[in-house]
């Protein structure tokens, strides 16, 4: 018996081949509400193990780093450039929507942000019909710009970060001391309560000696004097107050966990913390010192950004790495370089203690990248900035545009990402082996 072949005659197509059927895409709605509860789970999850404050922290920085790419996005627009993509983190596409030209939207991995501006350099194959709206086919004021708009953005964030620690949260004087606590020793009234000093009192006088801005003093006198009433004199709002403290042993009366100075020789507690009172400043002073705050910012990071690059800096990064010892000093210097984990350990330290401190260490970073972000070196912005000088120079008075070779430039390049490399190694295994303490 034979087999009989029922498979259909194949078809002759009478036109031309149809495109095969693409699934429908998402509509814009579902992705956005897909993006949200994304969004409402990862908050959740953080505030149930804890890590609130950590989240903020990224969430700032992530914020950070996309003004930064908006400053760029917005200089370029204004030059009449073409922009085809605005996006937070990297990798696959979460969420993305289309206006006009540009693309929008979030990647999965939320490692920082990037704005897309086609011709930024001569070795970038371009569309021929993005001709005259290139990055390099721009002049030269609008090129600087846009390689300049990430710094100036950053330095915008941080005076308007100042503004708003100076007149809303207020800065510490470092002239007056101030109680900050008062706690109980033993499970009683610690000498200083039972004195009546208060939490926000403001120390001017213990024994007779002005204390000023220097808390050393206060307990200097109380160290020396346990069981011998001293006279205090604060100030509470508008009032000054004479109190008598009488020192106890911090020996046998103190806190729980509290570490006991080498030695059998008695000294003398009160039971209190201290700390400098905040005072806010009017709004058009503010202006003023929020410059002068930016100016002298500016210079240390232009000084940090100097030792970090120094022979000397990078053999101490490298000894941090080994030695707790080290990387302790360094942190207490002001001469520890963090790397991004040592950042958010810092920042989140910093929200946990409240929100000028906060606002402070937002402000330093933002100076920091902003300085950093200049040094003429690609991949740096600094970079940028430097070959359009460099081919400003070059052009003259000429009608064609010169324009730099970047393949030439490509092993410097290659050579401050390997000392980028070195700096930063070491930096984050000393964040990972040495954490940063507040």
């Not at 498979?7 to 949200?36: D, Q, Y």
């Amino acid at each position: 018996m034979s087999a009989i072949d029922t498979r259909p005659p194949p078809l002759v197509p009478l036109g031309p081949a149809l495109p095969a059927p693409t699934p429908p895409a998402k509509s814009p709605r579902r992705s956005a509400a897909e993006l949200i509860a994304v969004m409402a789970a990862i908050i959740a999850v953080s505030v149930a193990t804890g890590h609130t404050y950590l989240l903020i922290v990224i969430v700032s920085i992530v914020g950070i780093v996309m003004v930064h790419e908006l400053g760029h996005f917005l200089a370029a627009k204004h030059g009449g450039m073409k922009v085809t993509e605005y996006f937070v983190g990297f990798g696959p596409r979460l969420w993305s929507f289309r206006r006009g030209e540009t693309e929008y939207g979030i990647k999965a991995l939320p490692l920082g942000g990037y704005v897309k501006i086609p011709g930024m350099t001569n070795l970038e194959e371009v569309d021929p019909a993005d001709e005259g709206r290139l990055y390099r086919d721009k002049p030269f004021h609008a090129r600087l710009l846009v390689a300049v708009a990430g710094s100036a953005m950053h330095f915008l964030m941080a005076f308007v970060l100042l503004i708003a620690l100076v007149t809303l949260v207020g800065v510490p004087n470092n002239n007056q001391v101030q109680v900050q606590g008062v706690s109980a020793l033993g499970g009683r009234p610690g000498p200083a309560a039972a004195g009546g000093i208060r939490a926000g009192d403001v120390v001017l006088s213990v024994d007779g000696r002005v204390v000023g801005g220097n808390p050393k003093t206060l307990t200097s006198v109380i160290e020396d004097h346990p069981g011998v009433p001293l006279v205090v004199v604060v100030e509470r709002g508008s009032q000054r107050k004479t109190l008598t403290v009488t020192p106890v042993n911090g020996r046998t009366h103190h806190e729980a966990g509290a570490l006991v100075p080498k030695g059998s020789a008695p000294y003398g507690i009160i039971g209190v913390s201290l700390g400098q009172p905040t005072e806010r400043i009017a709004p058009l002073h503010s202006l003023g010192t929020s410059v002068a705050d930016l100016g002298h910012l500016m210079w240390s990071s232009v000084a940090g950004v100097g030792r970090l690059f120094s022979p000397g800096g990078i053999s101490h990064q490298f000894a941090q790495v080994t030695s707790a010892k080290a990387a302790s000093s360094a942190a207490a210097n002001g001469t520890r370089v963090t790397s991004i984990v040592g950042v958010v350990q810092v920042a989140t330290q910093a929200a946990q203690t409240g929100i000028g401190n906060f606002l402070y260490i937002l402000i330093v970073i933002n100076v920091f990248f902003g300085i950093f972000n200049l040094f003429p070196m690609l991949p740096l912005d600094g970079g940028h900035v430097a070959i359009a000088v460099y081919e400003k120079i070059r052009t003259g008075r000429r009608k064609v545009m010169y324009h730099a070779d970047v393949a030439k430039m490509m092993p410097f390049a290659w050579l401050m990402m390997l000392v980028l490399a070195i700096v930063i190694l070491p930096a984050l295994l000393t964040d990972i082996f040495h954490p940063v303490t507040g």
